[in-house]
């Protein structure tokens, strides 16, 4: 893995709880569309909902980016609570 700093990634859509790319690589963030009915979302570095959690439980708002900068090498796997419509970018 490079150090170097990647602005642009691949976008995955989500509307559940999802895998997103197995093997090793990076999260840039999570851009949340639309979140409603108590709305979660937990980050892992697993093909699933497994450990090592990169980012815990948080309560998403609509129209907003989350910046999460990290590195996973098993996996990312997202989990979705609530009705949340988001796109994760990440790059291997």
Do not use: H, R
């Amino acid at each position: 893995m490079s150090n170097l700093v990647t602005e642009a990634g691949t976008p995955v859509n989500i509307s559940a709880s999802a895998l997103i790319a197995s093997g090793s690589g990076q999260i840039l963030g999570i851009f949340v569309a639309s979140a409603s009915s108590t709305p979660t979302i937990k980050v892992w570095g697993q093909v699933s909902a497994v450990a090592p959690v990169i980012v815990n439980t948080f309560i998403p708002v609509a129209a907003t980016y989350y910046k999460i900068p990290a590195a996973f090498t098993k996996g990312l796997f997202v989990t979705i609570s609530g009705t949340v419509d988001c796109t994760v970018f990440w790059t291997p």
